[in-house]
C-alpha cells in the first residue's frame, strides 16, 4: 500500500503541474491581447512614434520630411558692439599709472625663502670663528687674539 500512496501523490503532483502549464499559457495569451485590444481595435495597425533626425541626413525622400532643421547662430555682433563701448567709457588708460601696479621691491620673496638658510650660515660663521680663536688660544698666541677681535669689531658689515 505504501506503493500505491507514492503513486497517487506522483499522480497528483504531475497534475498540478499540467494544470499550472496550461494556466501560464492561457494568461500568457491574453496579456498581448488585452495591450493590443485597450489601445487599438483588432483591424487597426500600431501607430509609431515618428522619427526626428537631428544630426542624421536620411537617405529615403519619405523620412527627410522629418529631419529638423539645422539651429542658426544669433547674431551677437550688436551685443558685442555695445558691452566694448559700455567698457571703453569706464577704463581710461590715461588715468591709469602702471607704475603703481608693479611691486616697490621684486625680490622680497627671495629674501624672504633665503632668510632662514642665512640665519644657519650666520650661526656657523660664528661658530667657526670661535673655534679659530680657541685654536690660536691654545697656541700662546694672546697678542694676536686681541689684534683679531678688535679687527673684527672694526670691519664694516655687509648689511647696509
Do not use: H
Request: no cysteine.
Amino acid at each position: 500500500m505504501v506503493v500505491l500512496n507514492k503513486m497517487d501523490s506522483v499522480g497528483n503532483l504531475e497534475e498540478q503541474a499540467l494544470k499550472r502549464k496550461e494556466r501560464l499559457k492561457s494568461l500568457k495569451r491574453k496579456l498581448p491581447n488585452e495591450d493590443t485590444s485597450s489601445n487599438t481595435t483588432k483591424n487597426e495597425p500600431i501607430v509609431l512614434p515618428k522619427p526626428k533626425f537631428r544630426s542624421y541626413k536620411p537617405q529615403d525622400e519619405t523620412l527627410q520630411k522629418e529631419k529638423i532643421e539645422d539651429a542658426q547662430p544669433s547674431l551677437v555682433e550688436a551685443e558685442v558692439k555695445d558691452l566694448v563701448e559700455a567698457g571703453k567709457e569706464k577704463v581710461i588708460l590715461q588715468d591709469l599709472d602702471i607704475s603703481s601696479l608693479a611691486p616697490r621691491k621684486p625680490d622680497w620673496d627671495l629674501k624672504r625663502d633665503v632668510a632662514k638658510k642665512l640665519e644657519k650660515l650666520e650661526r656657523r660663521t660664528q661658530k667657526a670663528i670661535a673655534e679659530l680663536i680657541w685654536e690660536r688660544l691654545k697656541q700662546g698666541n694672546e697678542e694676536n687674539l686681541s689684534a683679531m677681535v678688535t679687527m673684527n669689531e672694526n670691519k664694516p658689515t655687509d648689511d647696509d
